[in-house]
Every structure is written in C-alpha cells, then in structure tokens.
C-alpha cells in the first residue's frame, strides 16, 4: 500500500521564524520519488521540490531545506526566515516507480500561517 | 511558456447533471493527470492519459470518464452528479519521455453540485 500521513494539520509561527514540515510515507516500491507541492488560497499547486529514493543527501535551495531518512521513512521540509507569503497549505506526496509510475499520492496538508 | 491551464473556474451543477472540464498541458509535455481535491483533503488520483490512452486509474467510479486529444489537451467527464462530487479538480501534466515523475498542476476546477 501507499501512503503518505501529514500529522501537522495546522501550524502557525511569526515572520522570520524557522518552520519544519513533517511527512512519513509508507511504500513497498523500492524506487520512488518524494515531493513537496504548496497550494496558496488559489488553489494551484506549486511543486517545489523532489527527491528520489536512492538519494538521501540533504539539500538547501534558497530559504527551503529538506531531510530524507530512509530508515525512517520521512521526508520533512524546512523554511528558513518564514514570510508572510510563506502562508499556505503544504502536501507531501509520493510517486513510486512501479506498478503506479506516475501517480501522485497526497497526505491531506498542513496549513501553514506565518504572521507578520 | 505557458504552463497547465484549466476551464471553467467554478462551475455550479445539480444532482444528476453531467460535467466537462478542460485542461491544456504545459508546452511540450504528453501526459495529462486528474485529481480530485475535497475541501480539507489532499489530492486524490482520478486517472492518466498519455497517448489518448487511459494508462491507468484511480478508485473512483464509471461515471468518471476522461479523453485525450491528439494535441495532448485533455477533458474530464462527470455524469450523473452526486452532491459528494464538490470538490476541485485539477489537472496536471508531464513528459513521459523526459521528468515523468514530477507533474506540473493547473489552477483548477471547482465544481459545486447543489
């Protein structure tokens, strides 16, 4: 089965504050990709990063951070210096390389408020 | 270069309706993807197509039908409306043949059935 649990369902912080979005995803798939979209009140998701499952090294782009651990099946995400427009909900999702290649599984979000 | 565009915004059916929604792919990807998105959810997968093909399909029922077009753009078909199908749908597209795995979404749909 393929799965991936958001536990955050809203979090809050003041502009400037650092904020770590958690994701566990659950896959018998040894090959996958690991995602992290944004969804602003609009409504359009916006992919903002991707991992693939043989690469656990950890990256920086601009004020985004991520940290993907294998042995504990989480990909969790970090804003550096939150902003105001930072404010939105989060998903994680998983695409493995089987059976489904190339359908998107969704946790259900985290809200993100940053206030100024 | 544009990217996914989706018609109509918002759209207001009743029960027992049926519903066409459009998408265009973004510039130069085959692949067109469709989820459902219920208020407070996260994305849910509808099906795929790639080469006016369906390849594969969520769990979602008959009443949803979806066509590929030869210039990649794409509709999905709801019949016989339920209230529980309000949600957003939104489409997303890929290169098969280049990044398959990441898919880039439109704006989205959103659908109200009274």
């Known amino acids: 089965a393929q799965k991936v649990t958001q536990a955050q369902t809203e979090i809050s912080v003041v502009e400037k504050e650092d904020v770590t979005l958690d994701c566990v995803y659950e896959t018998r798939d040894t090959t996958y990709y690991l995602f992290w979209y944004k969804q602003p009140p609009s409504g359009e998701l916006v992919f903002l990063i991707r991992?693939?499952?043989?690469?656990?090294q950890n990256e920086i782009s601009g004020r985004y951070s991520w940290n993907f651990q294998k042995s504990t099946s989480s990909f969790n995400f970090t804003i550096t210096a939150s902003q105001v427009v930072d404010s939105a909900v989060y998903f994680c999702a998983l695409s493995p390389r089987g059976s489904t290649l190339g359908r998107l599984y969704f946790g259900r979000g985290t809200q993100l408020t940053v206030w100024p | 270069d544009a990217g996914v565009t989706q018609s109509p915004t918002h759209l207001i059916k009743t029960r027992g309706q049926q519903v066409t929604l459009r998408c265009s792919p973004k510039s130069g990807h085959d692949t067109v993807s469709w989820y459902q998105q219920a208020l407070g959810q996260g994305p849910q997968f509808i099906f795929q197509?790639?080469?006016?093909?369906?390849?594969q399909r969520g769990n979602f029922p008959d009443r949803f039908s979806g066509h590929q077009f030869p210039n990649y753009s794409s509709e999905l078909n709801v019949n016989a409306l339920l209230l529980g199908d309000s949600a957003l749908y939104l489409c997303a597209s890929s290169d098969l043949a280049g990044d398959a795995d990441t898919q880039y979404f439109g704006p989205g749909t959103r659908l109200t059935v009274l």
């Open positions: 991992r693939n499952s043989f690469d656990e």
């Open positions: 197509y790639y080469e006016e093909e369906e390849r």
